[in-house]
């Protein structure tokens, strides 16, 4: 095998920006949650020694508070082409989903109809079935071929009709990593007028992404699955929001996009989600807006993720012991693996010994993983590549799996 993969990234350079790393583990989890460079934790903590108040005090630390949101709302917007007054943010996108299926279920009848599907992280699935069942909304599956995890988008030609309202799909599996052509299911969907709500949280990590190319009527995102804080965000298309109208107290702001926002927002975070996509803005030396590093450090990221994915994928394949769950074409750095004969507690403990540290079970990709027949056995375990990950780690990552018997 060759020693190195091509990359225009500097990876001694971005590694040594991520004090977390002196643990010594090879973090191989980035999939449940990514490592935060210095300026992020240094954003977040500056933030939270400076005076800051709530929004709208006549006095600077309250222009602080809205500059802070200001510089959050953008950084998401920069990050998936969009407008910061189009950006809605809030704990995680688990709660913000189920914002949104609320919001969005008022505007739906009895006998119009959903879909979701099974390829999907279950906060793309739950919060969806339940607002259809408040409603008396009928709810259609997209399947998955269990052979290769491929979501076929011809099956929407099926699922979709005039009364169907809204199409629910991940843009890439956080358990297998399969990236299904979501560009061409939202443009379906659109034909019959459907709304798409995109779950973009496991693929904003890996790969460039534009919401108006996609097609995404909303689009969601986590900020601490690519190097940034404990934060959701959903990114809307133009137009959208203005016809919801979420639940929210009889004071605070009607305006959009704050009347999706419940609460005082957790400003020193915003700060940090700042600092992350300037990070990612500044994963390789380029010119431009932030929007256009963005978009050539992404790219960059992408090709060297999936070299070292290829690495991972090819020495797994020489393993006799071990299963490599679906191979669809397009697929994030991401694998879930079954090994012969052990419980996939066992075998992540085992690696975990090694210091590796990587994920078992399903990981809230419930609904596929029964499909597939693994939960019965206690799922899988995942090994998820991030930009900051090394060809000798997969390397190391590897000879352990071999030795595993
Ligand atoms: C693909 C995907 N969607 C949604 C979620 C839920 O995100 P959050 O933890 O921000 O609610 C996750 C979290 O693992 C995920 O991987």
């Not at 939270?48 to 222009?63: D, E, T």
């Not at 975070?269 to 932030?290: K, Q, W």
């Not at 010994?353 to 597939?372: H, K, S």
Request: hydrophobic fraction near 45%.
């Amino acid at each position: 095998m060759p020693e190195s993969v091509a990359t225009e990234l500097d990876v001694l350079r971005i590694r040594g920006q991520f004090m977390s790393l002196v643990d010594g583990f090879v973090h191989v989890d980035g999939a449940a949650g990514s490592l935060v460079p210095y300026s992020v934790a240094s954003a977040v903590g500056n933030t939270m020694r400076s005076a800051v108040a709530n929004r709208g005090g006549p006095f600077p630390s309250s222009a602080l508070a809205d500059e802070l949101v200001h510089a959050g709302r953008s950084a998401i917007a920069d990050l998936v082409g969009g407008e910061p007054g189009a950006v809605v943010l809030g704990p995680n996108m688990t709660s913000l989903t189920y914002v949104m299926s609320r919001a969005l279920a008022k505007t739906w009848q009895l006998g119009d109809e959903i879909i979701v599907s099974r390829l999907d992280h279950d906060a793309n699935i739950r919060p969806w079935l339940q607002a259809a069942r408040a409603v008396g909304v009928t709810v259609h599956w997209a399947e998955v071929d269990l052979e290769t995890c491929d979501l076929p988008e011809s099956q929407y030609a099926e699922l979709l009709n005039e009364r169907t309202r809204l199409v629910a799909v991940t843009a890439a599996s956080n358990a297998v990593g399969t990236r299904p052509d979501v560009t061409a299911i939202a443009h379906r969907a659109h034909e019959v007028g459907a709304l798409v709500y995109v779950d973009a949280v496991h693929a904003a990590p890996h790969v460039p992404l534009a919401i108006n190319e996609i097609g995404a009527d909303l689009l969601a995102v986590s900020p601490y699955k690519f190097c940034g804080p404990h934060l959701g965000a959903v990114a809307a298309a133009p137009g959208i929001l203005a016809g919801l109208h979420p639940d929210k107290l009889a004071s605070s702001p009607d305006g959009v996009p704050e009347r999706f926002e419940t609460g005082t927002p957790p400003f020193e975070l915003y700060a940090g989600l700042a600092a992350t996509v300037d990070y990612l803005a500044d994963l390789i030396p380029s010119e431009g807006n932030r929007r256009d590093r963005i978009l050539a450090s992404m790219r960059a990221a992408e090709a060297y993720e999936q070299g070292l994915f290829l690495r991972l994928e090819s020495g797994v394949r020489t393993l006799p012991h071990v299963s490599i769950l679906g191979s669809a074409a397009r697929r994030t750095p991401t694998m879930s693996i079954t090994v012969d004969g052990k419980h996939p507690r066992e075998v992540n403990e085992y690696l975990a010994e090694r210091g590796i540290c990587a994920w078992d079970g399903d990981y809230y990709a419930t609904e596929l993983f029964n499909a597939i027949g693994v939960n019965a056995e206690g799922g899988a375990v995942r090994i998820g590549l991030l930009h900051y990950n090394t060809v000798s780690e997969v390397d190391f990552v590897l000879d352990a799996l071999a030795a595993l018997r």
